[in-house]
């Protein structure tokens, strides 16, 4: 069972976010409130922040005071490639950072509809080179993303698999948005259960993304796509959330290819739970056991 204080925090969230009506959303607005809200965030104890500049991209290095040596966390931000950056995203990303004892770069790449496919992917593959030009090697990497970061993370990988550059040594995942379609079976069979979000939700935010005829494309919607030749990953998921099959169809395309795959699903947890850490133990737990599994790759 799922603690009181998740129980306090699925209710209150799900009573306001439940109410909005996403198609006449200003995501400006959702912007600077997101921003807002996350500047009120405090950072994990021991982790250092700094601003950079990166292809162009504003973004912030993460530094836990025992970090592992030569060893590096890209993380890309969720938001449904709509919403979202370093303020809302510097405090989870921190704790993830120190439980992994491992630098962390978190970059802000370019938001749709202003932005749309393939945007947000070039800017990720740029960075991602941008850190092979400094010195790092590729197994020297791990990818990490949440929600339409996770979806990224993987869109990226599948982009420098294809252009034929070095791959990272592992991808670890929080929810990940990889069917911009909407064709899990969690769709339907979570739609009661998740306190977040509905079907139609998903497909106003796949029209801001892309055109239509491109929801389907291999970097859009990953679940499409021939995995062959990726890392490994790891995957967390919440069992009450309708985007729940996209991992696990992921999870299983990893043991049809070969690919070395962890897939957690946490019982009566909603879409990235994790964001809740110091509030709620399940969060801690989480990224405890995130932590761990990136310090096993060292």
């Not at 030009?133 to 197994?139: S, T």
């Not at 990497?141 to 791959?167: K, W, Y």
Request: charged content about 25%; some cysteine; aromatic content about 8%.
């Amino acid at each position: 069972m799922s603690s009181i204080r998740a129980k306090i925090i699925r209710w209150i969230t799900s009573a306001y976010i439940r109410r909005v009506d996403v198609a006449n959303v200003d995501f400006k607005k959702i912007r600077r409130l997101w921003d807002f809200l996350g500047r009120l965030m405090i950072t994990a104890f021991g982790v250092r922040v700094e601003r950079d500049e990166i292809n162009g991209l504003y973004a912030e290095w993460l530094t836990p005071k025992d970090h592992m040596e030569g060893k590096l966390l890209l993380y890309l931000h969720g938001g449904g490639y709509i919403v979202g950056g370093c303020d809302m995203h510097r405090q989870m990303v921190s704790h993830i950072a120190r439980a992994g004892r491992i630098l962390t770069l978190l970059p802000e790449y370019r938001l749709s509809p202003e932005h749309k496919f393939p945007a947000a992917i070039d800017d990720a593959v740029a960075v991602y080179r941008s850190l092979l030009k400094m010195g790092l090697k590729p197994q020297d990497i791990v990818f990490a993303g949440d929600s339409a970061g996770g979806g990224l993370s993987v869109a990226t990988l599948l982009a420098l698999r294809d252009a034929g550059d070095p791959l990272p040594a592992a991808a670890v995942l929080l929810s990940p948005f990889l069917d911009v379609t909407g064709s899990g079976e969690s769709m339907k069979t979570r739609a009661e259960q998740d306190p977040w979000f509905r079907e139609k939700d998903l497909a106003i935010v796949a029209d801001h993304y892309c055109e239509p005829h491109q929801r389907s494309f291999p970097l859009v919607s990953p679940v499409f796509a021939d995995i062959e030749g990726l890392p490994p990953m790891f995957i967390q998921v919440g069992d009450d959330e309708i985007l729940l099959s996209d991992s696990e169809r992921i999870a299983d395309q990893c043991v049809a290819a070969g690919i070395e795959v962890e897939l957690q699903v946490w019982p009566e947890m909603w879409h990235v739970f994790q964001m809740f850490v110091g509030k709620m133990p399940e969060s801690r737990q989480a990224i405890d056991k995130m932590g761990a599994y990136i310090q096993s790759l060292a």
